[in-house]
């Protein structure tokens, strides 16, 4: 696996650029350069984008911020030699305004956490319970369910696409000379045209096929796993043993969550939750490891998930606490 990941590092590179730029707006030196960067690489304006979107979700970014960045005292900046012509802005001044502003941008990625980073990474993204279908450059379609995110980075041999959370169904467009890849962590689903749906669980991934056919591989190792997932089969990924799980499927049940339904058939009551957080504004707490290891077979709608949850906890004593809004508990009863 590479040490870093150059999309990452770009992004790196346009959040320097934005702090630098915006710091120091008259800086005519600095602008063309920041210009020449944004005009060497067509991916350039792309990571700029995605760096300005930080900002907006931090609260930072206006059409300009330059007058919210911080004021450094007269006392620490350098003092100015008369000169004929108008003197420019003191380089300790913008160093250190820069050094804050630097400061105050790293404290808010840290802030933000996972969805910061999921947002810098990804090229559509969904907010809860939003449902939503997109076109990709090639022509294929996807469906990304509610909390799910994709990046997808297409070249003239390659077509590729990294679920980085949830859940999406593709419809690929044919394209033999130019495969069709998605990564989901750990696996890599290759085709030249079919539809499928990837599932990128806490516990598992699963591959499911609705017609053609896929390959599926171990991203880092490259072991095959399957090399031909056909209509009405999926694969189920353990992320803790490594072992996959290739078993047969009706089509109607591939697709449910984009019927509102989640479907359950003697399936592990824990995982299941897992299933139903994505569609739920806070934290899900199950307090009971053996309430968790409970078999459950149903199907619940998710567009109504706190019934789902209780529906699921029931019939084995348990129940649905709701602290807040946000913060719900599942617990055996006592």
Not at 99 to 107: F, K, N, P, T
Not at 109 to 118: A, F, H
Not at 321 to 326: D, G, I, K, L, R
Request: one cysteine or more.
């Amino acid at each position: 696996m590479p040490q870093a990941d150059p999309r990452q590092a770009r992004m790196d590179v346009a959040l320097d650029w934005l702090l630098r730029t915006r710091q120091a707006p008259d800086d005519a030196r600095l602008q063309a350069a920041f210009s020449a960067w944004q005009a060497a690489d067509p991916e350039n304006p792309e990571a700029l984008r995605k760096a300005e979107r930080i900002w907006r979700l931090t609260g930072q970014l206006a059409p300009s911020t330059t007058a919210k960045w911080p004021v450094v005292p007269p006392s620490v900046a350098a003092p100015v030699t008369p000169a004929a012509s108008p003197p420019s802005r003191p380089r300790r001044r913008r160093v250190l305004g820069w050094a804050i502003g630097s400061a105050l941008a790293a404290c808010l990625v840290l802030g933000l956490g996972p969805r910061l980073n999921l947002t810098l990474q990804a090229d559509y993204q969904t907010a809860q319970n939003e449902r939503r279908e997109l076109q990709l450059p090639d022509g294929s379609q996807v469906v990304l369910d509610s909390g799910s995110a994709i990046a997808v980075d297409f070249s003239e041999t390659r077509r590729d696409v990294r679920l980085l959370s949830g859940q999406a169904f593709f419809e690929v467009k044919p394209d033999p000379s130019k495969p069709f890849h998605v990564q989901a962590q750990e696996l890599e689903v290759t085709v030249t045209g079919t539809a499928f749906n990837v599932d990128l669980a806490s516990r598992s991934i699963a591959v499911a096929v609705l017609h053609g056919s896929v390959k599926v591989s171990r991203g880092a190792s490259q072991q095959l796993l399957s090399p031909g997932l056909t209509l009405g089969q999926q694969l189920q990924f353990d992320r803790a043993s490594g072992q996959a799980l290739i078993q047969n499927l009706p089509p109607q049940r591939m697709t449910a969550w984009r019927n509102g339904q989640l479907v359950a058939d003697n399936a592990r009551l824990g995982d299941m939750v897992d299933q139903l957080r994505r569609y739920l504004p806070g934290t899900v707490v199950l307090r009971d490891p053996q309430l968790a290891d409970r078999r459950i077979t149903g199907v619940y709608d998710i567009a109504n998930p706190q019934a789902a949850l209780r529906a699921m906890v029931q019939p084995y004593g348990g129940r649905l606490e709701s602290w807040t809004p946000y913060l719900l508990l599942l617990s055996k009863a006592q």
